[in-house]
């Protein structure tokens, strides 16, 4: 089993280039087998959880090819099976976004049902409420989700809850209905808009999305395109929360600063100096950073997704600060780590106080999931001495490279598979 280690203590310092969003990836690569026509999709992360989509997507029939470590060609004239399986789906749940695109091209999709996961119980009520009101019967049979229309049919549709997933799925087989879909509390996330751009750049007609309100109106047939996915917000603001709490001075390179306001508003508030460029973010951090208040929202507020890189560095400001959870109930589990590491921390329910300390002392150390995981590195290279983190296939599935580009910024950080490696490491920083 691969692990990190990581010898704390040194700012990082210097440029960071951010790949493309891993979750506008997964829902756009979905999109792409709703034409028969060759699709191309450039500024592809390279990261596990993309390249299980892909084996799902060829494993149906579609043409999947790797043109280089960051674009891929997707034609979907030959799909013939309809059905993803329950491995894909444990692997990767994003993969129920194929239920949306096959049953938007097809009428027919059968998905694995997901179940919950780490970071909590992640129903999918509003997805399959969704398709519902689209016209398509769905029914739950031996773990399966079974969806079938004869045609899909616009709709006027309020989701009960803001999710990301059910508005991208729902947007996708709508976007080939018969008719004028109106989708109101919507999500509104970067990758919602991107996933939208794709759509239309495919020939799709969908209007709103960003705001409240999608409006969709469905075409016959989706044609050939090229796209390029936006950069990573969340892997920009784990890099702007590294700097932060290691004391550094990080630009974030190959960004859109827009989508990355939720964080840079609390790195000013704690005391960071941040200075935006057309498509890059400086964040410096000098002295003792102070403690605020943070609770996760959906887009444009502060995203769950970020909620571990904030705590940890939270847990190093001057005094109290609290943290309250809104979006998944079990996203506060590598606080518990935190603590071995010295954090002075309380949690009750779906709020966390935190009272800061000074340093961290470096430990051994689980990733609970991957953003849990990635914070749990920051902690690392901001504590005193030795860390280890183990479990790092979750951080796997979402962040490039990273230790590479944590190194190039000067951060002492090794992905080690065993005893041996360790001692190497050891000896090496001495
Ligand atoms: C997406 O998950 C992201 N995943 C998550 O990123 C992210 O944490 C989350 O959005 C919130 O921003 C992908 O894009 C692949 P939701 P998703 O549906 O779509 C409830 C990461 O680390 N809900 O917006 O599953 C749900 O329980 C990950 O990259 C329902 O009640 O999230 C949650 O409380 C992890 N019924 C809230 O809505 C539903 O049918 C928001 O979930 C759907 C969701």
């Known amino acids: 089993m691969e692990q990190y280690i990581i010898k704390g203590g040194t700012p990082l310092v210097g440029e ?41 997507i060829s494993g149906i029939g579609a043409m999947v090819q790797r043109i280089d470590r960051h674009t891929v060609r997707i034609n979907g004239s030959g799909i013939g099976d309809f059905s993803i399986e329950y491995d894909y789906i444990k692997k990767i749940r994003a993969s129920y976004y194929l239920l949306g695109a096959l049953l938007g091209k097809y009428n027919k999709a059968e998905v694995a049902l997901p179940g919950g996961c780490n970071i909590g119980s992640r129903p999918i009520d509003q997805h399959l409420k969704g398709f519902k009101a689209l016209g398509a019967d769905v029914v739950i049979e031996h773990g399966k989700i079974i969806a079938e229309a004869e045609q899909l049919r616009g709709t006027h549709l309020y989701f009960d809850v803001v999710s990301v997933g059910a508005t991208i799925n729902v947007m996708m087989a709508a976007a080939m209905a018969d008719g004028l879909t109106i989708m109101e509390n919507v999500a509104k996330e970067p990758h919602v808009v991107d996933v939208a751009n794709f759509l239309n750049s495919m020939g799709a007609n969908i ?15 989706l044609h050939k395109a090229e796209y ?27 960004v859109i600063p827009k989508h990355l306001e939720a964080t840079t508003a609390k790195l000013v508030e704690i005391g960071c100096e941040v200075e935006e460029f057309d498509d890059a973010v400086r964040v410096v951090s000098k002295g003792r950073l102070n403690h605020t208040q ?21 847990a190093l400001c001057n005094g109290t600060s ?25 949690i009750e329910g779906n709020s966390a106080t935190i009272e800061g300390v000074e340093g961290f002392s470096g430990a051994r150390v689980s990733a609970p999931d991957l953003r849990a995981g990635a914070a749990l590195v920051i902690a ?29 910024l000067g951060g002492m950080i090794e992905k080690v598979a065993s005893e041996k490696d360790i001692q190497k490491f050891q000896f090496k920083v001495g």
């Open 380 to 408: 690392g290279l901001a504590a005193d001495g030795i860390t280890i983190v183990d479990d790092i296939v979750y951080i796997q599935r979402g962040y490039e490279r990273f230790e590479e580009k944590i190194r190039s």
């Open 207 to 221: 209007k709103g999305a960003g705001t409240d309100i999608i409006k969709i109106r469905g075409v016959k047939k």
């Open 16 to 56: 960071v280039q951010i790949g493309g969003a891993k979750n506008a990836a997964l829902a756009i690569l979905a999109a792409a087998i709703m034409t028969d026509e060759t699709v191309t999709i450039d500024n592809l992360p390279d990261v596990n959880d993309i390249n299980v989509l892909l084996e799902a």
């Open 228 to 254: 390029s996915i936006i950069p990573d917000q969340i892997e920009a603001g784990t890099f702007m929360f590294a700097a932060a709490a290691t004391k550094g001075d990080v630009t974030v390179m190959n």
């Open 322 to 346: 609290t943290i309250t959870e809104s979006i998944f109930e079990n996203r506060f589990k590598y606080l518990d780590e935190l603590a071995r590491m010295g954090a002075n921390i309380k």
């Open 294 to 314: 943070v609770k996760t929202l959906p887009y444009p507020g502060f995203p769950t997704d970020m909620q571990p890189q904030i705590g940890v560095t939270l």
